[in-house]
Protein backbone atom coordinates (compact mmCIF):
# COMPACT_ATOMS: atom_id res chain seq x y z
CA UNK A 1 0.00 0.00 0.00
CA UNK A 2 1.33 3.48 -1.21
CA UNK A 3 2.36 5.88 1.53
CA UNK A 4 2.89 9.12 1.05
CA UNK A 5 4.07 10.07 4.35
CA UNK A 6 6.36 6.95 3.67
CA UNK A 7 7.85 7.56 0.05
CA UNK A 8 6.08 10.12 -2.20
CA UNK A 9 8.52 9.30 -5.71
CA UNK A 10 9.07 5.89 -6.98
CA UNK A 11 11.76 5.05 -9.54
CA UNK A 12 10.94 1.72 -12.07
CA UNK A 13 12.84 -0.26 -14.10
CA UNK A 14 10.74 -1.88 -16.60
CA UNK A 15 12.06 -4.68 -18.96
CA UNK A 16 10.29 -6.34 -21.71
CA UNK A 17 11.55 -9.07 -23.40
CA UNK A 18 10.92 -11.70 -26.41
CA UNK A 19 13.16 -14.38 -25.32
CA UNK A 20 16.01 -13.06 -27.98
CA UNK A 21 15.89 -9.49 -27.36
CA UNK A 22 15.51 -7.76 -23.72
CA UNK A 23 14.20 -3.77 -23.37
CA UNK A 24 14.65 -2.04 -20.93
CA UNK A 25 12.72 1.59 -19.83
CA UNK A 26 12.28 3.60 -16.76
CA UNK A 27 9.05 4.99 -15.11
CA UNK A 28 8.85 7.29 -12.40
CA UNK A 29 5.45 7.07 -9.78
CA UNK A 30 5.02 10.49 -7.99
CA UNK A 31 2.41 9.09 -5.07
CA UNK A 32 0.03 11.39 -4.55
CA UNK A 33 -0.85 12.66 -0.75
CA UNK A 34 -3.93 12.61 0.68
CA UNK A 35 -4.68 14.22 3.56
CA UNK A 36 -5.46 11.22 6.11
CA UNK A 37 -3.43 12.64 9.12
CA UNK A 38 -4.62 15.59 12.00
CA UNK A 39 -1.85 17.39 13.10
CA UNK A 40 -0.99 16.10 16.32
CA UNK A 41 -0.07 18.87 19.60
CA UNK A 42 2.84 17.76 21.86
CA UNK A 43 0.60 17.87 24.88
CA UNK A 44 -3.20 17.59 25.34
CA UNK A 45 -2.71 20.13 27.96
CA UNK A 46 -0.09 22.95 28.45
CA UNK A 47 -0.05 24.56 31.63
CA UNK A 48 2.67 28.07 31.94
CA UNK A 49 2.92 30.59 35.41
CA UNK A 50 3.52 33.86 34.59
CA UNK A 51 3.71 36.74 36.56
CA UNK A 52 1.44 39.28 37.13
CA UNK A 53 3.47 42.46 36.32
CA UNK A 54 5.32 40.39 33.16
CA UNK A 55 5.95 43.22 30.52
CA UNK A 56 3.39 43.35 26.96
CA UNK A 57 5.18 41.49 24.39
CA UNK A 58 6.47 39.21 26.25
CA UNK A 59 6.23 35.11 25.20
CA UNK A 60 4.48 33.37 27.13
CA UNK A 61 4.67 29.49 25.69
CA UNK A 62 5.49 28.53 22.10
CA UNK A 63 3.44 25.55 21.46
CA UNK A 64 4.64 22.45 19.66
CA UNK A 65 2.58 20.19 17.15
CA UNK A 66 3.76 17.26 14.48
CA UNK A 67 1.95 16.18 11.62
CA UNK A 68 2.51 13.46 9.68
CA UNK A 69 2.09 15.04 6.67
CA UNK A 70 5.33 17.23 6.22
CA UNK A 71 4.78 18.69 2.96
CA UNK A 72 2.01 20.59 4.61
CA UNK A 73 1.72 23.70 6.53
CA UNK A 74 0.02 24.25 9.57
CA UNK A 75 -1.66 27.51 11.45
CA UNK A 76 -2.31 28.54 14.83
CA UNK A 77 -5.10 30.08 16.52
CA UNK A 78 -6.65 30.95 19.91
CA UNK A 79 -10.13 28.87 19.12
CA UNK A 80 -11.61 29.52 22.87
CA UNK A 81 -11.70 30.72 26.16
CA UNK A 82 -13.35 30.18 29.41
CA UNK A 83 -13.29 33.75 29.92
CA UNK A 84 -13.83 35.72 26.80
CA UNK A 85 -11.75 38.72 27.56
CA UNK A 86 -8.50 35.73 27.55
CA UNK A 87 -8.65 35.99 23.68
CA UNK A 88 -8.15 39.50 23.96
CA UNK A 89 -4.97 39.18 26.64
CA UNK A 90 -3.12 37.52 24.75
CA UNK A 91 -2.39 36.23 20.97
CA UNK A 92 -0.59 33.54 18.51
CA UNK A 93 1.64 33.78 16.33
CA UNK A 94 -0.48 31.55 13.43
CA UNK A 95 2.71 30.40 11.58
CA UNK A 96 5.14 28.94 14.85
CA UNK A 97 2.40 28.71 17.60
CA UNK A 98 4.05 31.74 20.05
CA UNK A 99 1.66 32.63 22.17
CA UNK A 100 2.50 36.66 23.39
CA UNK A 101 1.14 38.93 25.66
CA UNK A 102 -1.15 41.40 23.98
CA UNK A 103 -3.19 43.22 27.20
CA UNK A 104 -1.50 43.84 31.10
CA UNK A 105 -2.59 40.74 33.48
CA UNK A 106 -4.40 41.65 36.32
CA UNK A 107 -4.44 38.64 38.90
CA UNK A 108 -6.87 40.21 40.92
CA UNK A 109 -9.50 40.36 37.88
CA UNK A 110 -8.52 37.11 36.33
CA UNK A 111 -6.39 34.52 38.31
CA UNK A 112 -6.27 32.06 35.45
CA UNK A 113 -6.72 31.66 31.73
CA UNK A 114 -7.96 28.82 29.91
CA UNK A 115 -7.87 28.86 27.10
CA UNK A 116 -8.50 26.37 23.93
CA UNK A 117 -5.91 26.54 21.29
CA UNK A 118 -6.38 24.58 17.63
CA UNK A 119 -3.88 23.85 14.83
CA UNK A 120 -5.13 23.24 11.38
CA UNK A 121 -3.00 21.96 8.09
CA UNK A 122 -3.66 22.70 4.30
CA UNK A 123 -4.18 19.37 2.99
CA UNK A 124 -7.45 18.36 1.50
CA UNK A 125 -9.90 18.00 3.17
CA UNK A 126 -8.18 20.24 5.94
CA UNK A 127 -7.68 18.68 9.45
CA UNK A 128 -7.59 20.26 12.02
CA UNK A 129 -6.55 19.63 15.87
CA UNK A 130 -6.82 20.86 19.67
CA UNK A 131 -5.51 21.53 23.21
CA UNK A 132 -6.14 23.03 26.16
CA UNK A 133 -3.42 25.83 27.24
CA UNK A 134 -3.65 27.21 30.87
CA UNK A 135 -2.19 30.22 32.08
CA UNK A 136 -1.89 30.91 35.56
CA UNK A 137 -1.00 34.26 36.59
CA UNK A 138 0.90 34.79 39.54
CA UNK A 139 0.38 37.73 42.04
CA UNK A 140 2.54 40.86 42.28
CA UNK A 141 2.21 42.95 45.30
CA UNK A 142 0.53 46.17 42.75
CA UNK A 143 -2.39 46.59 45.28
CA UNK A 144 -2.07 48.32 48.47
CA UNK A 145 -4.40 47.90 51.38
CA UNK A 146 -7.42 49.89 51.55
CA UNK A 147 -9.25 50.66 54.52
CA UNK A 148 -13.10 50.23 54.67
CA UNK A 149 -13.69 53.62 55.81
CA UNK A 150 -11.71 57.33 55.46
CA UNK A 151 -12.65 58.24 59.01
CA UNK A 152 -12.76 56.30 61.86
CA UNK A 153 -14.81 58.50 65.07
CA UNK A 154 -15.65 57.12 68.50
CA UNK A 155 -15.88 58.29 72.37
CA UNK A 156 -14.44 56.43 75.05
CA UNK A 157 -15.19 56.81 78.76
CA UNK A 158 -11.74 58.16 80.86
CA UNK A 159 -12.43 55.18 82.88
CA UNK A 160 -11.86 52.32 81.11
CA UNK A 161 -10.04 50.07 82.10
CA UNK A 162 -6.89 48.41 80.31
CA UNK A 163 -7.77 46.54 77.60
CA UNK A 164 -10.61 47.50 76.86
CA UNK A 165 -11.56 48.12 73.40
CA UNK A 166 -12.19 50.86 72.06
CA UNK A 167 -12.67 50.38 68.09
CA UNK A 168 -11.39 47.36 65.37
CA UNK A 169 -9.94 49.03 61.82
CA UNK A 170 -10.16 46.85 58.99
CA UNK A 171 -9.16 46.65 55.37
CA UNK A 172 -8.61 44.92 52.67
CA UNK A 173 -5.73 44.09 50.09
CA UNK A 174 -7.05 42.24 47.07
CA UNK A 175 -3.45 40.86 46.66
CA UNK A 176 -2.48 36.94 47.10
CA UNK A 177 -1.00 35.07 49.97
CA UNK A 178 1.66 37.12 51.85
CA UNK A 179 1.44 40.13 49.52
CA UNK A 180 -2.40 40.19 50.58
CA UNK A 181 -1.67 39.76 54.36
CA UNK A 182 -2.43 42.91 56.62
CA UNK A 183 -0.68 43.76 59.71
CA UNK A 184 -1.56 46.75 61.48
CA UNK A 185 0.31 49.45 63.46
CA UNK A 186 -0.47 53.29 65.49
CA UNK A 187 1.68 55.63 63.47
CA UNK A 188 1.36 58.81 65.39
CA UNK A 189 -0.86 60.15 68.01
CA UNK A 190 -0.31 57.73 70.66
CA UNK A 191 0.61 60.09 73.04
CA UNK A 192 2.09 58.87 76.64
CA UNK A 193 0.92 55.23 74.34
CA UNK A 194 -2.04 55.34 75.79
CA UNK A 195 -3.37 52.64 73.38
CA UNK A 196 -2.32 49.28 71.49
CA UNK A 197 -3.82 47.71 68.60
CA UNK A 198 -3.60 43.69 67.47
CA UNK A 199 -1.07 43.75 64.61
CA UNK A 200 -3.05 40.88 62.88
CA UNK A 201 -7.14 41.97 63.52
CA UNK A 202 -6.74 45.64 63.89
CA UNK A 203 -8.56 46.12 67.70
CA UNK A 204 -7.70 49.25 68.74
CA UNK A 205 -7.18 48.54 72.71
CA UNK A 206 -6.58 50.93 76.10
CA UNK A 207 -3.14 50.56 76.93
CA UNK A 208 -3.05 52.71 79.65
CA UNK A 209 -4.92 54.77 82.65
CA UNK A 210 -7.09 58.00 81.04
CA UNK A 211 -7.45 61.12 82.33
CA UNK A 212 -8.98 63.48 80.39
CA UNK A 213 -7.50 66.59 82.16
CA UNK A 214 -4.26 65.86 80.57
CA UNK A 215 -5.56 64.48 76.89
CA UNK A 216 -9.29 64.75 76.51
CA UNK A 217 -9.10 63.81 72.54
CA UNK A 218 -6.46 61.98 70.65
CA UNK A 219 -6.09 61.36 66.88
CA UNK A 220 -4.59 58.33 66.02
CA UNK A 221 -3.24 57.86 62.40
CA UNK A 222 -3.58 53.61 61.84
CA UNK A 223 -1.69 52.03 59.20
CA UNK A 224 -2.22 48.95 57.15
CA UNK A 225 0.62 47.39 55.58
CA UNK A 226 0.77 44.21 53.57
CA UNK A 227 3.80 41.24 53.44
CA UNK A 228 4.88 41.72 49.82
CA UNK A 229 8.70 41.87 49.41
CA UNK A 230 8.29 45.93 48.74
CA UNK A 231 5.07 46.40 51.44
CA UNK A 232 2.52 48.94 50.99
CA UNK A 233 0.68 50.76 53.26
CA UNK A 234 -2.47 53.15 53.68
CA UNK A 235 -3.50 54.96 56.63
CA UNK A 236 -6.60 56.13 58.56
CA UNK A 237 -7.04 58.87 61.04
CA UNK A 238 -9.04 57.75 64.31
CA UNK A 239 -10.64 60.35 66.47
CA UNK A 240 -11.49 59.02 70.16
CA UNK A 241 -13.09 61.61 72.67
CA UNK A 242 -13.15 61.11 75.99
CA UNK A 243 -16.30 61.17 78.31
CA UNK A 244 -17.13 60.65 81.75
CA UNK A 245 -19.73 58.68 82.72
CA UNK A 246 -23.02 59.41 85.02
CA UNK A 247 -22.05 56.87 87.38
CA UNK A 248 -17.78 57.04 87.39
CA UNK A 249 -16.29 57.67 90.71
CA UNK A 250 -14.96 61.30 91.23
CA UNK A 251 -11.43 61.34 89.80
CA UNK A 252 -9.03 63.83 90.82
CA UNK A 253 -7.19 66.09 88.12
CA UNK A 254 -3.94 64.61 89.67
CA UNK A 255 -3.65 61.26 91.64
CA UNK A 256 -0.87 63.41 93.44
CA UNK A 257 0.08 66.70 94.62
CA UNK A 258 3.03 68.72 95.52
CA UNK A 259 4.06 72.12 96.93
CA UNK A 260 6.00 74.19 99.29
CA UNK A 261 5.48 77.04 101.49
CA UNK A 262 7.01 78.82 103.91
CA UNK A 263 6.64 78.81 108.00
CA UNK A 264 5.31 81.51 110.33
CA UNK A 265 2.30 82.03 107.51
CA UNK A 266 -0.96 83.87 108.96
CA UNK A 267 -3.44 81.08 109.51
CA UNK A 268 -5.53 80.90 106.61
CA UNK A 269 -2.96 81.00 104.19
CA UNK A 270 -3.30 79.06 100.91
CA UNK A 271 -1.65 76.16 100.45
CA UNK A 272 -3.18 74.52 97.40
CA UNK A 273 -5.93 73.85 95.25
CA UNK A 274 -6.85 70.19 94.32
CA UNK A 275 -9.53 69.58 92.61
CA UNK A 276 -11.51 66.49 91.23
CA UNK A 277 -14.25 66.13 88.33
CA UNK A 278 -17.38 64.17 88.31
CA UNK A 279 -20.99 64.35 86.95
CA UNK A 280 -22.53 65.28 90.59
CA UNK A 281 -21.40 67.67 93.54
CA UNK A 282 -18.21 66.71 95.45
CA UNK A 283 -17.21 66.68 99.26
CA UNK A 284 -13.45 66.93 99.80
CA UNK A 285 -12.19 66.41 103.16
CA UNK A 286 -8.71 65.83 104.93
CA UNK A 287 -8.38 61.49 106.37
CA UNK A 288 -4.53 61.68 106.86
CA UNK A 289 -1.41 63.16 107.62
CA UNK A 290 -2.65 66.43 109.32
CA UNK A 291 -0.76 65.90 112.01
CA UNK A 292 -1.93 68.21 115.05
CA UNK A 293 -4.56 69.68 112.79
CA UNK A 294 -2.22 71.69 111.08
CA UNK A 295 -4.82 72.29 108.00
CA UNK A 296 -8.07 72.38 106.67
CA UNK A 297 -9.60 72.25 103.32
CA UNK A 298 -12.72 74.06 102.22
CA UNK A 299 -14.98 70.86 101.81
CA UNK A 300 -17.05 72.07 98.41
CA UNK A 301 -14.04 74.01 96.49
CA UNK A 302 -10.97 71.55 97.72
CA UNK A 303 -8.51 74.34 99.11
CA UNK A 304 -6.48 73.94 101.51
CA UNK A 305 -5.39 76.28 104.13
CA UNK A 306 -3.37 76.43 107.27
CA UNK A 307 -5.14 76.36 110.71
CA UNK A 308 -2.33 76.53 112.91
CA UNK A 309 0.89 78.29 112.76
CA UNK A 310 4.00 76.29 110.54
CA UNK A 311 7.09 75.70 111.97
CA UNK A 312 9.78 74.13 110.06
CA UNK A 313 12.13 73.22 112.91
CA UNK A 314 9.36 71.40 114.30
CA UNK A 315 7.72 69.69 111.03
CA UNK A 316 9.59 70.19 107.85
CA UNK A 317 7.25 68.09 105.69
CA UNK A 318 3.85 66.82 105.66
CA UNK A 319 1.77 63.81 103.85
CA UNK A 320 -1.71 64.53 103.69
CA UNK A 321 -4.54 62.06 101.78
CA UNK A 322 -7.56 63.91 100.89
CA UNK A 323 -10.34 62.14 100.03
CA UNK A 324 -13.31 63.45 97.79
CA UNK A 325 -16.93 62.03 97.74
CA UNK A 326 -19.69 62.43 95.38
CA UNK A 327 -23.73 62.25 95.67
CA UNK A 328 -23.65 58.70 95.74
CA UNK A 329 -21.35 58.34 98.44
CA UNK A 330 -18.52 56.93 95.86
CA UNK A 331 -15.59 57.96 97.14
CA UNK A 332 -11.70 58.92 95.04
CA UNK A 333 -8.40 59.42 97.43
CA UNK A 334 -5.16 61.48 96.38
CA UNK A 335 -2.03 62.56 98.52
CA UNK A 336 -0.74 65.76 98.57
CA UNK A 337 2.84 66.66 99.72
CA UNK A 338 3.66 69.86 101.55
CA UNK A 339 6.67 70.78 102.30
CA UNK A 340 7.79 73.62 104.94
CA UNK A 341 10.17 76.15 103.57
CA UNK A 342 12.99 77.60 106.64
CA UNK A 343 12.22 81.16 107.48
CA UNK A 344 15.49 82.63 109.40
CA UNK A 345 13.52 82.77 112.59
CA UNK A 346 15.87 81.76 114.42
CA UNK A 347 19.53 83.72 115.72
CA UNK A 348 22.30 81.24 116.47
CA UNK A 349 23.00 80.50 120.17
CA UNK A 350 26.62 79.49 121.24
CA UNK A 351 27.05 76.38 122.98
CA UNK A 352 28.77 78.17 125.91
CA UNK A 353 29.73 81.85 127.03
CA UNK A 354 33.49 81.38 127.44
CA UNK A 355 35.96 79.09 125.68
CA UNK A 356 39.28 79.03 126.93
CA UNK A 357 42.70 77.62 124.72
CA UNK A 358 46.74 77.84 124.12
CA UNK A 359 49.14 77.97 122.25
CA UNK A 360 53.12 78.36 122.33
CA UNK A 361 54.90 81.15 122.25
CA UNK A 362 56.93 79.63 119.17
CA UNK A 363 54.24 78.19 117.37
CA UNK A 364 54.71 78.91 113.99
CA UNK A 365 52.03 81.40 112.11
CA UNK A 366 48.61 79.73 111.16
CA UNK A 367 49.18 77.26 113.73
CA UNK A 368 45.54 76.47 115.23
CA UNK A 369 45.06 77.24 118.76
CA UNK A 370 44.33 74.14 121.30
CA UNK A 371 42.54 73.33 124.19
CA UNK A 372 44.72 71.49 126.83
CA UNK A 373 47.45 70.96 124.34
CA UNK A 374 45.64 68.24 122.12
CA UNK A 375 42.62 69.37 120.22
CA UNK A 376 42.26 72.37 118.29
CA UNK A 377 40.04 75.70 120.04
CA UNK A 378 36.60 75.78 118.00
CA UNK A 379 34.05 78.12 118.64
CA UNK A 380 30.61 76.34 118.76
CA UNK A 381 27.53 77.90 117.83
CA UNK A 382 24.16 76.60 116.81
CA UNK A 383 21.37 77.61 114.56
CA UNK A 384 17.55 76.19 114.45
CA UNK A 385 16.78 77.26 110.76
CA UNK A 386 18.43 75.56 107.53
CA UNK A 387 20.12 75.84 104.81
CA UNK A 388 21.16 79.15 103.77
CA UNK A 389 19.56 80.43 107.09
CA UNK A 390 21.47 77.85 108.95
CA UNK A 391 25.27 78.57 107.76
CA UNK A 392 27.06 80.44 110.51
CA UNK A 393 29.31 83.32 109.97
CA UNK A 394 32.33 83.91 112.75
CA UNK A 395 34.28 87.19 113.44
CA UNK A 396 36.79 88.49 116.19
CA UNK A 397 35.42 92.00 117.37
CA UNK A 398 38.26 93.56 119.10
CA UNK A 399 41.29 95.12 116.71
CA UNK A 400 44.20 94.17 118.88
CA UNK A 401 43.15 90.77 118.57
CA UNK A 402 42.70 90.55 115.09
CA UNK A 403 46.57 91.69 114.69
CA UNK A 404 47.64 88.08 116.28
CA UNK A 405 44.86 85.81 115.05
CA UNK A 406 42.20 85.01 112.56
CA UNK A 407 39.01 82.91 113.06
CA UNK A 408 37.96 81.15 110.50
CA UNK A 409 34.48 82.31 109.38
CA UNK A 410 32.61 78.52 108.88
CA UNK A 411 34.26 76.90 111.38
CA UNK A 412 35.15 78.74 114.11
CA UNK A 413 38.77 77.53 114.30
CA UNK A 414 40.96 79.75 115.18
CA UNK A 415 44.90 80.59 114.19
CA UNK A 416 47.62 83.00 114.57
CA UNK A 417 48.50 85.81 112.51
CA UNK A 418 51.19 86.83 113.52
CA UNK A 419 54.20 86.20 115.86
CA UNK A 420 53.37 85.74 119.58
CA UNK A 421 56.03 86.76 122.41
CA UNK A 422 54.76 85.42 126.13
CA UNK A 423 57.13 88.18 127.31
CA UNK A 424 54.87 90.91 125.72
CA UNK A 425 51.48 89.69 126.19
CA UNK A 426 51.27 86.31 128.31
CA UNK A 427 47.56 85.98 127.35
CA UNK A 428 44.85 87.26 125.07
CA UNK A 429 41.52 87.92 125.66
CA UNK A 430 38.68 89.28 122.93
CA UNK A 431 35.11 88.57 121.95
CA UNK A 432 33.65 86.24 118.96
CA UNK A 433 30.68 87.43 117.29
CA UNK A 434 28.80 84.58 115.43
CA UNK A 435 25.49 85.71 112.72
CA UNK A 436 23.67 83.34 110.14
CA UNK A 437 23.59 83.48 106.27
CA UNK A 438 19.97 84.06 106.17
CA UNK A 439 17.86 87.31 104.77
CA UNK A 440 17.20 89.07 107.49
CA UNK A 441 20.75 88.47 108.82
CA UNK A 442 20.56 87.38 112.43
CA UNK A 443 23.51 87.24 115.36
CA UNK A 444 23.44 85.75 118.64
CA UNK A 445 22.27 87.80 121.48
CA UNK A 446 25.64 87.68 123.48
CA UNK A 447 29.03 87.34 122.26
CA UNK A 448 31.79 84.99 123.17
CA UNK A 449 34.06 85.78 125.41
CA UNK A 450 37.51 84.11 124.53
CA UNK A 451 40.92 83.75 126.14
CA UNK A 452 44.03 82.85 124.67
CA UNK A 453 46.95 81.69 126.87
CA UNK A 454 50.69 82.28 125.95
CA UNK A 455 53.00 79.46 126.72
CA UNK A 456 55.78 80.52 127.81
CA UNK A 457 59.07 78.81 125.87
CA UNK A 458 62.75 79.19 127.35
CA UNK A 459 63.42 81.25 124.49
CA UNK A 460 65.44 84.17 126.63
CA UNK A 461 68.98 84.40 127.87
CA UNK A 462 69.21 84.79 131.88
CA UNK A 463 70.76 88.16 133.07
CA UNK A 464 72.82 89.49 135.94
CA UNK A 465 71.60 92.24 137.50
CA UNK A 466 75.38 93.68 137.27
CA UNK A 467 78.25 92.58 134.96
CA UNK A 468 80.52 93.68 137.97
CA UNK A 469 80.31 92.57 141.61
CA UNK A 470 82.63 94.46 144.29
CA UNK A 471 82.71 92.77 147.36
CA UNK A 472 85.35 92.61 150.58
CA UNK A 473 85.76 89.48 153.29
CA UNK A 474 87.68 91.46 157.00
CA UNK A 475 90.13 88.72 158.36
CA UNK A 476 89.61 86.62 160.20
CA UNK A 477 86.73 85.18 158.62
CA UNK A 478 84.74 81.94 158.56
CA UNK A 479 83.60 79.17 156.44
CA UNK A 480 79.92 79.40 155.13
CA UNK A 481 80.51 83.62 156.17
CA UNK A 482 78.50 84.97 152.88
CA UNK A 483 80.48 87.42 150.76
CA UNK A 484 77.50 88.43 148.65
CA UNK A 485 74.50 87.36 146.82
CA UNK A 486 74.48 87.83 143.46
CA UNK A 487 70.77 87.98 141.41
CA UNK A 488 69.97 87.20 137.65
CA UNK A 489 66.91 87.38 135.96
CA UNK A 490 64.96 85.48 132.82
CA UNK A 491 62.15 86.75 131.18
CA UNK A 492 60.94 83.53 131.03
CA UNK A 493 57.85 82.25 133.47
CA UNK A 494 58.59 79.95 135.49
CA UNK A 495 62.89 80.12 134.08
CA UNK A 496 63.86 81.64 136.97
CA UNK A 497 63.51 79.39 139.40
CA UNK A 498 65.47 77.16 137.38
CA UNK A 499 68.06 79.33 137.29
CA UNK A 500 71.65 77.69 138.52
CA UNK A 501 74.46 79.39 139.31
CA UNK A 502 78.19 78.52 139.52
CA UNK A 503 81.42 79.61 139.89
CA UNK A 504 83.59 79.05 136.21
CA UNK A 505 86.75 80.63 136.95
CA UNK A 506 89.54 82.20 139.52
CA UNK A 507 88.64 79.79 142.23
CA UNK A 508 90.93 77.09 141.62
CA UNK A 509 92.02 76.62 145.08
CA UNK A 510 88.12 76.18 146.05
CA UNK A 511 88.31 79.31 148.33
CA UNK A 512 84.92 79.63 147.75
CA UNK A 513 81.88 78.21 146.46
CA UNK A 514 78.13 79.28 145.76
CA UNK A 515 74.50 77.87 146.13
CA UNK A 516 73.92 77.25 142.49
CA UNK A 517 69.85 78.06 143.42
CA UNK A 518 70.15 81.01 145.36
CA UNK A 519 73.64 82.87 143.90
CA UNK A 520 74.82 83.32 147.48
CA UNK A 521 78.95 83.32 147.56
CA UNK A 522 80.21 82.21 150.83
CA UNK A 523 83.75 81.33 152.22
CA UNK A 524 84.82 77.46 151.69
CA UNK A 525 88.44 77.75 153.13
CA UNK A 526 88.77 80.42 155.17
CA UNK A 527 92.48 80.03 156.39
CA UNK A 528 93.64 80.27 153.10
CA UNK A 529 91.82 83.28 152.24
CA UNK A 530 94.37 85.58 153.49
CA UNK A 531 96.91 84.43 151.45
CA UNK A 532 96.09 86.80 148.50
CA UNK A 533 94.57 90.35 149.17
CA UNK A 534 92.43 90.39 145.96
CA UNK A 535 90.61 87.35 144.52
CA UNK A 536 88.33 87.32 141.22
CA UNK A 537 85.84 85.02 140.30
CA UNK A 538 83.79 84.21 137.38
CA UNK A 539 80.07 83.72 137.91
CA UNK A 540 77.47 82.25 135.54
CA UNK A 541 74.01 81.55 135.62
CA UNK A 542 72.44 79.45 133.26
CA UNK A 543 68.61 78.32 132.44
CA UNK A 544 69.70 75.24 130.91
CA UNK A 545 69.65 76.25 127.49
CA UNK A 546 71.13 80.03 127.49
CA UNK A 547 73.71 81.38 130.10
CA UNK A 548 75.46 84.64 131.12
CA UNK A 549 78.57 85.72 132.89
CA UNK A 550 79.98 88.51 135.57
CA UNK A 551 82.68 88.91 137.54
CA UNK A 552 82.51 89.18 141.19
CA UNK A 553 86.16 91.04 142.73
CA UNK A 554 86.97 90.15 145.93
CA UNK A 555 89.40 92.02 148.24
CA UNK A 556 91.02 91.00 151.44
CA UNK A 557 91.07 93.14 154.60
CA UNK A 558 91.95 92.85 157.80
CA UNK A 559 89.61 94.69 160.44
CA UNK A 560 90.68 97.27 162.48
CA UNK A 561 91.41 96.44 166.30
CA UNK A 562 88.38 97.86 167.52
CA UNK A 563 88.29 96.79 171.52
CA UNK A 564 85.59 94.71 171.06
CA UNK A 565 84.78 91.45 172.08
CA UNK A 566 82.69 88.68 172.85
CA UNK A 567 82.35 87.38 176.04
CA UNK A 568 81.97 83.92 174.51
CA UNK A 569 83.93 82.67 171.58
CA UNK A 570 80.91 79.64 171.50
CA UNK A 571 77.23 80.34 172.28
CA UNK A 572 75.15 77.56 172.55
CA UNK A 573 71.03 77.33 172.31
CA UNK A 574 68.53 74.99 172.08
CA UNK A 575 64.59 75.66 170.55
CA UNK A 576 61.60 73.24 170.44
CA UNK A 577 60.57 71.99 166.98
CA UNK A 578 57.27 73.43 165.36
CA UNK A 579 56.79 76.17 168.04
CA UNK A 580 54.91 78.63 166.28
CA UNK A 581 55.86 80.97 169.18
CA UNK A 582 58.11 84.08 168.75
CA UNK A 583 60.68 84.30 171.49
CA UNK A 584 64.70 84.70 172.30
CA UNK A 585 66.51 81.70 171.65
CA UNK A 586 70.08 83.71 172.37
CA UNK A 587 71.47 86.91 173.68
CA UNK A 588 75.11 87.62 172.93
CA UNK A 589 77.37 90.16 174.92
CA UNK A 590 80.06 92.14 173.96
CA UNK A 591 82.85 93.53 175.96
CA UNK A 592 84.98 96.89 175.32
CA UNK A 593 82.38 98.89 174.24
CA UNK A 594 81.66 102.67 175.88
CA UNK A 595 78.87 103.23 177.28
CA UNK A 596 75.26 103.64 175.36
CA UNK A 597 77.60 103.10 172.40
CA UNK A 598 75.72 101.77 169.61
CA UNK A 599 76.66 99.02 168.30
CA UNK A 600 75.39 96.74 164.92
CA UNK A 601 75.23 93.06 165.00
CA UNK A 602 74.95 90.65 161.49
CA UNK A 603 74.93 86.95 160.96
CA UNK A 604 78.17 86.62 158.67
CA UNK A 605 76.63 83.35 157.28
CA UNK A 606 73.00 83.94 157.67
CA UNK A 607 70.40 80.68 156.99
CA UNK A 608 66.56 80.53 155.87
CA UNK A 609 65.80 79.67 159.62
Given at each position: ??????????N????????????????????????????????????????????????????????????????????????????????????????????????E????????????????????????????????????????????????????S???????????????????????????????????????????????????????????????????????????????????????????????????????????H??????????????????????????????????????????????????????????????????????????????????????E?????????????????????????????????S???????????????????????????????Y?????????V???????????????????????????????????????????????????????????????R???????????????????????R???????????????????????????????????????????????????????????T??????????????????????????S??
Amino acid sequence: RLDWERQADYNLTVSVTDGAFLVYTHVHVSVIDVNEQRPEFSSPEFQVEVPENISLGSQIIKLNVTDSDKARKIFYSLHTAQNPSSLLTFKINPMDGTITLRQKLDREFISQHIITVAVKDTGTPSKKNFARLVIDVQDHNDHAPEFLSQLIQTRLHETASIGTSVVQAFAVDTDHGENGRIVYSILSGNIGNSFSIDSELGILRVARQLDMTVQPEYMLILKASDHGQMPLSTTVPVHILLTMADSAAPRFVHSHYATEVYENQPIGHFIIHVEARSQSSLFYEITEGNTDGMFQINPSTGIIMTKQYLDFEKTRFYNLTVQVSNMVSVKAHATVDIHILDVNDNAPKFDKSFFEGNISETAAMGSLILVNNSNPLVIKATDGDSGLNSLLLYEILEDHAKKFFTIDSSTGAIRTIMGLDYESQSFFEFNVRVSDMGKPRLSAETTANVKIHIKDENDSPPIFEHEDYNEAVLLPTFANVTVTTVHASDPDLDIRSQLKYSITGGNEAGLFSINALSGRVFVQKPKQIGSSSQHNLDLTVSDGTFTDVCKLNIAVKKSDNSGLAFSKSRYYATVLENTTKSDVVLVVNVLGSALNENLEFRLLNPSDM
